[in-house]
């Protein structure tokens, strides 16, 4: 499918915020060097343009259109409370980088008190907009129910589509996960290290459900590899940008948390979790008549991030005092880049940081 050009007005609005917001960065940059005092908890919204990803786009919609005819298939979504993620951490992976995507993970649920908006539950509420055939809406609250390390990649450095199953298999045998049909998902994570079939050249994750052949019942499970040393020009996109070394080059914006790999995951793991909780078997919201090929409600908003995204623009989004980008907050003070889904109240992307 080919995307549509974004309508002349949706373009020269983007090019309007970008110069505003460039204005606006300047001028609070020359403020802050020619007075540190007066500049308390100053922080600058920023639209950049960014040089398009490497990865097929031909999914992407850009934002909003009249085109987009997402359906539902009468299949169910993960409506019981709460979802319990089973993580599956396959390699080679230090502590800060678990405590970092667990951060993230313990961010979807509301908390008491309150994450500051926009927050990771506010982008969350979105997904629990979505409803099953009897009308019950996906779960606003997702627990981390269990956890595995497989250290010594028990399936190898290279893995097909299909071992990821396997590796599900294995840690449900040597880990006490129980057998959770109700309510479990199982969260594999690759390390740098680990080369899987598809990943750079097609994909940055996916999610599916196990095979009672291959694990022994059928659960929705996601696979996201992290790519900081493989291709994070495509899947830790836009903290490395295509034409520059992995790291970074200039242009590119600067990782919530310093971790370009990790923190690009994170953007990729909302992405297929959305997606897998509203479509966990395949069967419920997606566009499009091909099910083997579905555009999901992730697919639709890859590379948004914001108010005035599109024709290259990421979106509004903020800049904290140290040039670290980001668009959400999380618990524990912990903030995150993410990109938008698709809202079927508002038939568009949408997130928690929009302008009203
Ligand atoms: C459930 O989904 C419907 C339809 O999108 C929405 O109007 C309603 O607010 C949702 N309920 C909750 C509790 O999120």
Known sequence: MSSPPPPPHFVFVSVFLFIFFLHHSVTTTIASSSSQTLNTNTE??????????????????????????????????????????????????????????????????????????????DWWRTISLYTDQTGANVSRKVLIAGEYSDLKHSHGTQLTRLDIQQVIATAVKSAPFPVDHRNGVYLVLSSQDVVVQDFCRAVCGFHYFTFPSMVGYTIPYAWIGNSAKQCPEVCAYPFAIPGYMAGGGPGALLPPNRDIGVDGMISVIAHELAELATNPLVNAWYAGEDPTAPTEIGDLCEGLYGTGGGGGYIGQVMRDRGGRTYNLNGRWGKRFLVQWIWSPALQACAGPNALD
Do not use: A
């Open 44 to 121: 600058s919204f920023i639209n950049p343009k960014l040089p398009p990803r490497t990865l097929s786009s031909s999914k992407k919609f850009e934002g909003s259109s009249n085109l987009v005819h997402l359906r539902y298939h009468m299949g169910p979504v993960l409506s019981s409370s709460p979802i319990n993620l089973y993580l599956v951490w396959y390699g080679l992976w230090n502590k800060p980088q678990k405590q970092l995507i667990k951060g993230f993970l313990l961010s979807l649920s509301p908390s008491t008190p309150p994450t500051p908006s926009p927050s990771v539950s």
